[in-house]
Structures are given as C-alpha cells and as structure tokens.
C-alpha cells in the first residue's frame, strides 16, 4: 500500500474509520462533515460501484480542495443517474456536455480558471470506461499531452451500461455482454483486445497516474489527495463493479472489487512522471476463478460445457500481471 | 484605422480586441491563418489573461469552448469545412446549453472528394444546430460582425458562428477600418454568464430531460433564436452610431424596392451580384438583390418584406441538399409563401468555382427571358457534357428509375440552354 | 443565478426522490453472540469489555468494571484461567486466537495497581444469606450477593480464603498477592467471613438464613488400590499441595513418580522439581494427546524438565521402586493392558487421580440428591432443598476456578429471585457470531503475542510466578486484535460504504449509526462490508 500504514492491529488501514483512530487519520468518508459530493436520492442500481466511487473520489477531492472543486461529467450512467430533470444528486458545480468529450471540456473549465486567475479552484473530469478508454479517448490523450491542470476520473465498470451493457475497450476478454455473447463457439469478449489506459497515460508522462478501487477506501482517498497535489494532467482509473451489467449481487460490489485487485486481474499501481513508484501488493491471493464465479457474464465458464481452458487463459493474465508489476509480497514471488 | 490587410489577420485583430479569455482551435485550411494569428497575439501579449488551447481535434476545440464558457470565460474558435462537422455534435450542445461562444467560420466545401475550396455547405450542414449564423459580405464586415456576435452571443446567451467566405475573403487583402480598443470596449461590455460554474454557488449544468419537458426547452430556445431577430437589428444600430459604419443587421437589400427580379445571396458573392444588378439596371432591366446576413434565426418576415414586390427571386446559393434542392430557397419560398412570384433555386460556386458576372448575367437574362423553369434546380456552369459522358457510361449498368430520367432531362434542357 | 429551464438544476435536489422505495430488504444493526462471551464459564461480556480496553487509558477502568459485572476476579482468571474463550475465538481461524486472557490479567492487575473498587450501590434487602466454602464458587457467590444488597456469611473450614486457588494452585502459577488483594475487595463489600468454621451439618445452621449456597468443592484426593510394600511413600497431590501451602514441606525424595494425567499431575509434578528433586516422572496410562491436563500446563511442566511416561499403569510401589505395566490403546481409544512390566526408580508416589466431595455436612437435608458423589442442581443451581443452592466443583460439571465462579454468579442471581419471589430475568442470547458472518478482510494481519516467562534457572528453584504479564503496549495491541465479533465497534465502514448515503452516522463519541430508510435501497453492502457482521438483511414486507 502506497500510503502511511496506521498501526492499528484491529482494523488497521482497511476499514473507513474507526473511533479508535485520531480524528486527523480517518478517511474522509467516515467524517460525519464529508461533503456527500454525490447524495442520496440518485437512481443509480442497488449497489452501484461506480456511485460508490465517485462519492469517494469527489468527497476526497473536496476535502484536498477545501471545497473549491468542479466537476466535469462525460454521458453514462453516472451523469444519467444523477441528474434526470428536475433533481440533482450533485452537490458540487457540475457540467455534463457529451460523451466523448469530457477530458476537453474538464480542459477548457481549468483553462477559463486559470485565464481569471481561479487557479485556486480545480477541476475533476469523470467518465465511465467507455467515455474513457474508447469514445472520449482522443480528448484525453489531447489533454493529457497538453498536461492541463485536470484530474480525470475513469469509473471502469468494464462496459457501456446506460446503453444496456454492452462491450467497450475495457471489458475482459470472455465476459459476456450484450453485444459479446458466447455465441457460435466464441468465449464472450475476445481475446486480445482492450486497452490499458492507465498505461497509455503513463506513456504520456504527465504528473500523475493511478489506479484504484472502491475496495480500498484508504487507498483510493489517498491516491486523490496525492493526485491534488500536483498541476497538471493527472489520471485515476477506478475499478467499480456493476452489479446490473455484471449479473452480480449487488452486495458483492466491493466483494468483487477487492477480488479483481486480489486475483492480480486489476493492478493497482501509482506512477509519477510516466514511471511506476508504488504498486499495491496482493493481500490473499485467490485463483481468478473466485472472481468469476460469482458473476454471470462468466457463467458459461462454468456452466454445461465448462471453459477451463478459457479460464487458464484469464489466470495467466493475471499472472501476467503479478509478474510484470511485482504484485506478490517480498519473497512470494 | 484603415489597413491594408488580409482578412483572417483582420479577423485576428477584431477577436483580440474582443478579449476572449480562452481560445480552443484546430487548425484547418481556410480557418487557419486566423488562429495562427491568435497564437502570435496570445505569445506577444497583445491580447492577455487568454488561454489558447492548442487542442487534439474540433471536437476538442468545441468542447473547450464550452467548458471554458461554462466556467464563465468568454470563449473563442475558428474552423472550417470538416472541421465544422467533426464539431457538430458538440455544436448542439453548446446551443443546447445556452452558451455565448463565438465562432468563425472560414466556409468551405464537403468531402469527399475533399475539396479546400470556398463554398457555404459547412454552414449550411450545420444551419439548424441551433447556432446563430451571421454571414459577412466583405472582411470589413467580417471584423465588424465579430464585434457584434460577441455582444449578441452574451445579450442573449447563444452561441453565434461568423461565417466569411474561405480564401475569396479569409486571404484577400483589402482595405479594412479596424476599430480600436477602447471603441471595442465600449461596445462589448464584461461577460456576465447567465449560468457559472461556481464553488460559491454551485449548480449542475447539463441535465437530462425527458418527455416531459423535453419540447419546452426546445420551445424556449426557439424564442431566443426569434428574440435574436429584434436584438441584430438594434445592435446593428448601436454599431452604426458608435463606429460610424452600417454593419450587420438581418438583411442587405439592394436597389429592391422596385425591382421586379431580386437575387438572393449570401457572403462575397454579393459585391459581384451587386455589380451585375448594377448593369442590368444600366440596361433598363429591373433587378435588385437581397444579402443574407442573418441566415439563422430566418428573418421570415423581413424577408417576405423585402420580396414583397418582386416576381421573380433567384436565389444563388453555394451549397444545397443532395437529393431535394436549394436549401436557401427552400427558406425563401417559405418567407414568400403565398406571393405571386417565383422562385428559383441556383447552386452556384460549389467547391470554389468562381461565380463570374458574365455567368450571373446570363442566368438572370435567361430568367428574366422566362428560359428557366422556377420548378426546377439549377447548376450554373455546370459542365454538362462531362456530366453527361459519364451519365453514358453509368448507363451500361443499371437503369435509372423515373426521377433519375427527370434529372436527365434536366441535363438536357441545360444543356440545350444558354449557360454552360 | 437566473438559471436555464431544466438544464441547469439546483444542487442537492435528488434528496426529494426517496429511493427507499425501492427496497425489498432492509438493513438492520444487530447484536449477535461472540463466541468468546458463548463459551466463558462465568458469562463475561468477553467482547464487550475488550472494546473498552482497545481504548487503552481511561478504557482500562472501564473494561476491568464490564468484567467485575460478571466475574470478581480479573487478574485471577488472567492466570489461572483455562481461557475456554480462546478456544472459541473467531480470530483463531484468521491467524491465532486474541490473547483475551492476557488482556484480563492486564486489566485485573492495573485494576489491583490503581487500586479501583466496586461498591454495592443498592439498599440493603435485609435478607441474609449464608455461603459455606471460601472458594472461588463461594467468593463469587458472595460478592455477587452483596452487589445485590443481601447480608452474606461465608464459613469457610480452613484457615484462609481461596479454596483451591490457593491450597491447590502453586504460588508459581498464581501470586497470593493477587488472590489477597482480589478477596479483599470482596470482603470489603461488608461479607462476612467466618475462617477455621467448618459446617459440619447444614441442617443445624440453615435456619439462620433466608438461603444457602453450597459451594465445598471436593477436597478428598482420590486413592486408586496399588499394592504397595512398607517402604512405599505414597501420598495424594492434593494434600501435598496444601501441606506445602500451610507451610509443611512434603518430604518426597529425589526421583519423585506421579501418577495421573491432569492438571493436578503437573502440578504435583512442577512442585516437586522445585522442591528439589532431581527427577520428576509422570506415569499415565493414556496417551500425550489424551491426556486431561490443559496443553499449556503440559508445556510448562516440559519445558521444566519434567518427565513422562505414556501407556503405562502402576502395579505394585516398593521402597524406591515402581512395577510399571505397559498398555496400549484399543480401536476405542480405552487403554488395554498388555502382560509387559518394568521396573522404575522412586522415592516416592504421588497419587493425582481427582478429588472427591466430602458430602457429611449434608446428611439429612430434606430433598438433596446426591449421585455420583456430588450433588445435583437444577439450572438454577438449587439443590432438591428449597433455598439451598449448590455449585463449584461439588456439582456436576467440568471442574474450573471459572466454571466455579459462574455458578456463584448464576446462584446468586436465583438466589436473589427467589429470594425476592420475583422470576429472574432472563438472560438474552442471541444467535452466535459465527466465523462466516465476519468479514475478516478487514482486520490487519497481527500476529499474537506471547506472554513471557520466567528464566529456567528460576522456575526451577523458585515459587515465582512463571508467566509473566504483558507491558502496557502489548496488552493494548492484543486488546486491539479482537474482532468484535457480532457487536459494532465504530469502523464507520457501513457510513462509508453506502453508495445511498443511507447510513446515517450520528455526531457522538459513541459512535451510533441509522439506516435512513428514505433511500436504503436494501443492497446489502453494509452488511457484506461490516467486518464484524452487526448489520442483517431482513426481507421488506410487500
Ligand atoms: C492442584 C490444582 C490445580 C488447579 N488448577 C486450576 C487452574 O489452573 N485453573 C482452574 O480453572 N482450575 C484449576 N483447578 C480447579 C479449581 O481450583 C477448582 O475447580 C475450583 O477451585 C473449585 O472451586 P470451589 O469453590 O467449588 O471449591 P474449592 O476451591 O475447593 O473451595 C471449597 C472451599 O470450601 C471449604 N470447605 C470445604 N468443606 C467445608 C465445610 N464443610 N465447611 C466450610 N468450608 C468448607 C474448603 O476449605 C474450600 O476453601 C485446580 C485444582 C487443583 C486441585
Ligand atoms: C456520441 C455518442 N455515442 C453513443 C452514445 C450512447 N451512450 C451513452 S452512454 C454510453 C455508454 C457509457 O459507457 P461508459 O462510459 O462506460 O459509462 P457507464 O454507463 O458504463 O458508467 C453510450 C454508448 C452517446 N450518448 N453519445
Ligand atoms: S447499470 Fe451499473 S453502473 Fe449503471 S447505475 Fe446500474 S450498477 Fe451503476
Ligand atoms: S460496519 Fe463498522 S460501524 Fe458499521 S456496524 Fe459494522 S462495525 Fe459498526
Ligand atoms: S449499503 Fe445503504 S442502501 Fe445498501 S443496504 Fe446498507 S444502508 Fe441500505
Ligand atoms: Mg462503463
């Protein structure tokens, strides 16, 4: 874990709060003044990982702004949700354009800011996956390139959901949706596509780039807080669980997403200036068959004619993983 | 003060002059000496506390301006052509959202083919994204209406394009009174956004509608682009007073008032319509023309004013629908419904032809002739027997269905007719 | 801001759309069982009060007055205690189970070195109680009385307090220190008690009293027929050890033999070394792995050097030497003798073969039923005798200081119903805090820490204690690793975790929390995410 470890045996860094902690080292989301950026009343699904998340990141940023934050908003479930006229769930000024274009738009926001030297109020642009890595993608490396004075938010949820939950650059490959489903011999999504935009942001050199999950509360704050610190372009890939697109149980969301990071599937990493300086290391190493099973866009894996060798497949993508970002504790590996 | 300079560094002038805070461009011919121009201004200092964003895409320029506008800086962006259509989806948001951007537009043709000529098919294709759509005749009021664009975006909360004709004006030099800045001061108050991104009074921008207020919003900004038809004029007044210099406006007529055949225009084509109405009327032939200046909102009514009297209205135009016709005629049959005139429909300067007096004199004697049928649309100096050799040889395939014949017949007529 | 129609919105708005609508289960914060709590004999709130403790500081006080509630004696049960609790602890399936035990010796020794006192805070009931025995059955019964404003007598037979906390349990496992100070408190609740009064026939003082409890343990060391020559030295562990602790030093030679497998054998057995044997040899006719002594005794005694030999019955002691017979274990697991014999050196036999009651007191008592030598109690813990109650080692059941106490504990509260003529209340038990309804993801990684110990050369030769007491930090640390199996401990976690903001966490030190059930969408992830599953699912009726 790439931040100061609390050496509290109980509970340690892993719960949101805990009355045992100073007040000082409690995560934001267990303060009873946290700014609940995204409040009730949303119709974002049961258990909606990517509502989830973007409270924590908002809250979090809030708190390292003092409260002098906009946010930008790329189309997708979370601007759908969120905002049906007549009622807002946002608490913080908030602009939704389009779906591609909201690393631009968190562009030109920093940059009215900056030219009326408001430089004090920052900027956050936040999108799903597929306003990410696929449609908004040139936005974002342009802004990335530019190195403007944005924090930009993926919510990976690993799929277009608004639309009804099919496939975008960031689905695995064998998940199923609905435009990739295990038909005529296929395994779902195919093998060797997708992309890793945090790495592609890595490419970019800018500030800061991290990755996250709602799972690790903690971590996700602190990787905020860090991102706050530095001008310019900065990048958060956050990994929230769907239960809806997924075919989960909605309280498995953070289950699910602790597994993802667990499994080596997900790394969670943070890197300055294109290098990586911090990854977080597995905890409880579980096979990826774990993660799947509880998902049904996995289900034919495991169903009449189970797919083991498509789930080796996965388990050596994580494995993959472990070894190219030393994911395993000292000495396991 | 009078210069000697080349239009997009008289635009250039104007913008800076104009102030914007945040400029978003992407460079593309004919557009692209204008943001050049801004960067030179942007890195000197001549126009300060502004943010030139060198963005990836249009797409990105338009999405800037619209963040930046949100956040309640006065915005600005040039383009052209493809790079107009790579916006488009943005271009409706930023009208959707109510926001004061102004935008120049160096008009070009469509590809494919890819073509980097003047013509109006971008500003046309773009005609009902809910932007105002103002067209400058010559680079003196290309300047001038960028003047105005930025008090009439920000009166009323509309984002306005500055359409001038790529090339024919974006590169001419000519003579240009540029105003100076305390006069520019003076005419474009301060930004006061009508909806701000703010820490101190947060809202959220960019809602989703539904059915059931859906239509009202649109409702509502129907009456901004009509209330807009009464703000041009007086800002057109008030442009007047202070500079000294008739500019802008809804419409351009020309020698109209008793003219029983009136063309109809848009952009620098005007000056040569106006010197051939000028002949005609040297040889006793009662011709006008009427500019367009506002293209959107459609001045129907000034329109229908202006027409009132003629019989007949060509309408020249650099653009048109494929497959159904004039696009501008179409708004000026609309103005004229019920009028005993006709109206003729000519696509003419597409892709940088250049639309001669000599061509124009022989279309508008040709109709003054009763020689053209007003039901049909019209190609000035379209090169029929190339037109028809490859009609010849598409032939050997499939056979054209009826309206396809029409057109050939079409062809035919033109080409037993007067202007090739 | 003269803003857009329905474009632009007022922020916050959404509150107006209560999503709980949706919801076809509803969270809702429980209490469940700790285990721990589950298995203490003496019915501590084990969980409870290591919350306090977890606190350090002034929590200690707090925690040492949560245990007082249930059990006198703290810094006893922190040393002699067999720590069923442990055994049941959650955590033991994480890592290693929470040093609750060291926590409580802790606790029970800041308590002694802060000196803090509890003090009966109800009027006086007027009705008088007499308790025969002064061990910890007794004590406990007596304090837990006097707590409840009755007028308590103890007549004990011997010359001192503690029963077999102190005539049987060596010095070396539990300082007298500690005992005086942990009886003290209970005298100084205003109980009376009677030493060197030893209650011949319970009939004759009865009448005395509005009730009794009985609690005389079983003192009677238990003689197995071996054949022994003139020479033999043979005596029983029992008496040794309380000979030892009058002061009388038991001459036992230096190659001392044992005989028997519990606790009372290691005892007997360690107690020799340190008075000077140069061998000390256990004879058990059963296995290690069977053998009744508590795993942590046995280790001791090893690690002192005491000896053992497994699979083997005594048939015949002569002067200096012991005929040993062979066995082995049937399908069963029941030892079976095999025909072989050898031959063992020994000064002296020690017989720790279990105790027996010494049931005299109550010949004639109307209604008591005695079987198997010990008297039978109802769960209420009164005898077939009206008013007379029972308890400790003299009934059935496993035979512990704790066990002891929580039957005084549970005597006296039947004592004090039906003294009052009132039902007692009855004790609320929840449905136990099983391991899978954790969420253990949650808890560092932390190792248990280990008590230290006494140098060996010391253990050997001396009567201090040989398990030694945490240091403040490490305490707290262990204190820290519980779990809080079943209970809320203030993690925040569920306030953190609802995508609905539907946790509502109320701004006291206390940490409270609510389900807003205007948008509770029922998704279950505050309970999936409680660490210490205190939050359920209950379906909404619709
Ligand atoms: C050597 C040894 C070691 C042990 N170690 C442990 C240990 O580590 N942990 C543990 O939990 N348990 C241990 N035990 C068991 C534990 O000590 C007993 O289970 C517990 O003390 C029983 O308590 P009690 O009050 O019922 O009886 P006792 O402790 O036996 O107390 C009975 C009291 O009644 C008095 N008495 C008896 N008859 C009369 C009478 N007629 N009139 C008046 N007074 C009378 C006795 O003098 C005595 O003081 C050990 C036992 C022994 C023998
Ligand atoms: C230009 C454009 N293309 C397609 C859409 C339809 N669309 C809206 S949201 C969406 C998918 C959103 O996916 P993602 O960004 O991953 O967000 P999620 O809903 O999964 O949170 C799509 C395809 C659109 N609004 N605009
Ligand atoms: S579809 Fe998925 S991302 Fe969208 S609201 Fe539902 S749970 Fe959230
Ligand atoms: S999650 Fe934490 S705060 Fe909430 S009930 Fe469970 S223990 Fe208490
Ligand atoms: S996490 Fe929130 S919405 Fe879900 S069950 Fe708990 S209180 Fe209800
Ligand atoms: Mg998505």
Known sequence: MAFQQIKLYQTGTFVAGNRLLDPEQRSVQARTGRSNSLTSGHRACRGCGEALGARYVLDAAMRATDGNLVAVNSTGCLEVFSTPYPESSWQLPWL????????????????????????DIRVVGQAGDGGTVDIGFGTLSGMFERNDDVLFVCYDNEGYMNTGVQRSGATPPAATTANTKALGGTPGNVFGQGKSVPLIAMAHEIPYVATATVAELRDLEYKVEKAMTFRGARYLHVFVPCPLGWGAASADTVKLARLAK???????????????????????????????????????????????????RLQA???????????LPEGDE | MLRQVEGSQAVARAVTLCRPQVIAAYPISPQTHIVESLSDRVRTGELTSCEYLMVESEFGAMSACIGASGAGARTYTATSSQGLLFMAEALFNASGLGLPIVMTVANRAIGAPINIWNDHSDAMSMRDSGWIQLFAESNQEAVDLHVQAYRLAESLSVPVMVCMDGFVLTHAFEEVDLPSQEQVDAFVPPLVPQQLLDPADPVTIGAMVGPEAFAEVKYLMHVKQMAALDEIPVIAEDFLRAFGRASGGLLKPYRVEDAETVVVALGSVLGTVEEVVDAMRDDGLSVGALGITCFRPWPVAEVREALGRAKRVVVVEKAFAVGAGGIVGQNVRDATRNLPVDVYDVVAGLGGRPITRASLRRLLDDVVAARVDASRLHFLDLDVELVQRELERARHGARPGPHAENMLRDIGTVASGAYE | MDKPFAITLDVGTSRANKTGSWRTERAVYTNRMPPCNDACPAGEN??????????????????????????????IMGRVCYHPCETACNRAQLDEAVGINSVERFVGDEAIRQGWTVSVEVPPTGKRVLVIGAGPSGLSAAYHLALRGHTVTIKEAGPMAGGMMRFGIPRYRLSRDVLDAEVQRILDLGVTLELDTKVGDLEAVRQDYDAVFLAVGAQLGRRAYIPAGEAAHVLDAVSMLRDLESGEKPLLGRRVAVYGGGN???????????????EAIVVYRRTKDRMPAHESELREAEDEGVLFKWLSTIKQVDG??????????????FPRATGEVEELDADSLVLALGQDTDLSLLDGVPGLVVEDGVVAVGSDMMTGCPGVFAGGDMVPHERSVTVAVGHGKRAARHIDAWLSGAAPEPVARPALATFDTLNTWYYSDAPRAHRPVLDRARRESTFDEVVLGHDESTALMEARRCMSCGNCFGCDNCYGVCPDNAVIKLDDPGGKYLIDLDYCKGCGLCVAECPSGAIQMFPERI
């Not at chain 1, 993508?317 to 994911?327: P, S, T």
């Not at chain 3, 290591?50 to 810094?75: H, S, V």
């Not at chain 3, 009372?264 to 140069?278: E, F, Q, V, W």
């Open chain 1, 96 to 119: 939704h354009s389009l779906f591609g274009n909201g690393p631009a738009v968190a562009a030109g926001v920093a940059a009215a800011l900056r030219a009326q030297g408001r430089e």
């Open chain 3, 46 to 75: 084990v969980q409870a009060w290591l919350y306090e403790a977890e606190e350090g500081g002034a929590g200690y006080e707090r925690a040492w007055r949560k245990i007082m509630a249930d059990n006198p004696f703290p810094a």
């Open chain 3, 264 to 278: 009372t054998a290691m005892d007997a057995a360690r107690t020799a070394k340190r008075l000077g044997a140069s």
């Open chain 1, 317 to 327: 993508r994580a494995d993959r993983n472990i070894a190219r970002f030393g994911l």
């Open chain 1, 262 to 312: 667990e499994t080596g599937l997900f790394p969670v990493f943070e890197a300055e200036a294109g290098t990586v300086t911090e990854v977080s290391k597995i905890r409880r190493q579980v096979p990826v068959e774990d993660y799947l099973r509880p998902q049904k866009r996995f289900a034919h894996l495991f169903g009449d004619q189970p797919r083991p060798d498509v789930v080796a």
């Open chain 3, 320 to 333: 200096g030497r012991l005929t040993v017979e062979r066995m082995e274990l049937d399908d069963t697991g």
